[in-house]
């Protein structure tokens, strides 16, 4: 699942299309017209955002709104989460060092 989302949000047209879909429900002209492609490309992509859980489709009569989902981003925090309290643990480890070996030279001047 993850692969997915990732090659999905590593296209900068795609990223574009998320971008333009933050502000709300648009239709594939729409998306199509905004980002500056081709409706066929827009399917495309969208498609592809789909796929990777990032999109979802609403059908009214016969138009159909692509809206973000926010099940997919929530996600991606989550897994980026884990990544970020790593981090921080080896930020702190740092700090807690560097203040040691701070103290340390405070004493021996």
């Keep these: 699942m993850k692969i997915k989302l990732f090659n999905a ?8 299309i998320v971008e333009k879909l933050r502000k709300g429900p648009l239709m594939v002209g729409e ?4 980002v500056n492609i081709r409706q066929p490309q827009a399917s495309k ?11 979802e489709v609403q059908a009214e009569a016969n ?6 989902r926010a099940e ?15 981090w ?3 930020f702190d480890n740092l700090d807690e060092y560097l203040k040691k070996l701070q103290a340390e030279g405070s004493k021996s001047d």
């Design 45 to 55: 992509h969208l498609k592809i955002l789909h796929e990777a859980g990032l999109v």
């Design 88 to 90: 921080e643990d080896r």
């Design 9 to 16: 949000l590593a296209d900068p047209t795609r990223l574009l």
């Design 31 to 34: 998306v199509a017209e905004q």
């Design 63 to 68: 138009r159909r709104y692509y809206r973000l």
């Design 72 to 86: 997919g981003f929530q996600s991606l925090e989550s897994w980026l989460s884990d990544y970020r309290q790593l």
